[in-house]
């Protein structure tokens, strides 16, 4: 079963201590690489929605060699928190 990419990247968070727009595209690749929805654009759009209701939070932020900000992520308690909602066989 496939989650609503949001959920997933919420999961795969909560797995990791840091994670960067990149490695979330990299990570979920071999689930998600073959729909429209999965861009880099998109996986950005989530990661500040995400951000911005307060799932996850930046934990590092540097510039990358061409000068543009890299920020890493990380799950909030809250995050946590909404990890209740994915099916039980998500959930540890």
Known sequence: MILPMRFRIL???????????EEVMAALKPEYGTEGQFKKSIIDTHLLSMKAVGM???CDASL???????E???ITDYGRERLKYLPKKWQD
């Open 11 to 21: 999961h795969l968070m909560s797995k990791n201590k840091g994670l960067t727009g």
């Open 56 to 58: 996850i939070e930046v």
């Open 72 to 74: 890493t992520f990380q």
């Open 64 to 70: 990358d060699e061409r000068g543009e900000l890299r």
